[in-house]
């Protein structure tokens, strides 16, 4: 029998994210973190082979993923508003949504805010076909376009430093760590001064980062791990992810690990999801 704490015994591998209670600051306990730690560094990566190729198939798998899910998969993400309220406190606000999928982030912000103009950006051809038939895709409100963060200019569609706020919402934990500082100078060049990147990620020592570890087979690097359709997650520390946007230019204002404890009562189990909220603001 596993010696893993009861609430992390259980399968999580789920995108569902509901999240509609606010997070609470990160409260896992000391024994359940130090058992996570164990069981990540036990775990080794797969063979080079197949990990560049996950990598160099990462769009691919995401338009397949789309095709497959359509706009089924992501629930909107009204909580937005409540942890970002930027979005809808000012007028004439000129957004970014970066990997913005279907647009379940895009849509009820554009319905919340009616003085606010977004793009939309993700590399995945059947996402972006999604968000165009949308029957709130409209012109003058939003634009949505392909874009590789990693290697595509945003500043060949967006006027250099005209944002005001970007999202970046379970977006930069399909990247590989080596290809975060090309996209992080990518986003900042677009973001004007006194702009705001909103961020919120996966975090180091998640239940889904155990439960990736507790079957070896997933990994690919330290902190990566692919999934079975192919599309990969990285877990973030706050110490990456401000040293990543703090090195373009931008002060971190808020950087912190937030936890949601699920508890599946009939299994009388609960799961530990530590997600990592941030907010970076571009120096003048
Ligand atoms: C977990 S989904 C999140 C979608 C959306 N932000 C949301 O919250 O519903 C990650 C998204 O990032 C996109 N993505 C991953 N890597 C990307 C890249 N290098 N450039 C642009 N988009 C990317 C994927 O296609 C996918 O739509």
Sequence with gaps: MSDAPESLTIAIENRKEQLEEPLKPAAISEEKLQYAKEV????????????????????????????????????DRH???????????KKNLRCLEIGCG???????MLEKNPHLFMYGCDFAQSAIDLVKAHDMYKQGRCEAFLCDLTIDDLSQTIPAGTI?????????SAIPSEKLEATAKNIAQVVKP?????????????????????????????????????TMSHFFSAEQIKALFENE?????????VHRETINRLMAISIDRRFLQCKFVKKA
Aim: hydrophobic share 35%.
């Design 164 to 172: 005001d706020l970007v999202s970046s919402i379970f977006v930069l």
């Design 40 to 75: 990540i560094d036990k775990d080794t990566s797969i063979k080079p082979f197949w990990v560049n190729k996950y990598k160099k198939e990462a769009s691919k798998n995401w338009h397949k993923f789309y095709q497959r899910n359509e706009n089924r998969f992501y629930k």
């Design 79 to 89: 909580w937005i508003e409540r942890e970002f309220p930027a979005f809808t406190e």
């Design 249 to 257: 230019g931008f002060e971190t204002v808020e950087c912190e690990y």
């Design 102 to 108: 279907v647009g379940n982030f895009m849509f009820p």
């Design 194 to 230: 006194g702009g705001m990147i909103c961020f919120r990620d996966y975090a180091i020592f998640d239940a889904a980062q155990v439960k990736f570890s507790s079957n070896p087979g997933h990994m690919l690097d330290n902190n990566l791990y692919v999934r079975q359709d192919g």
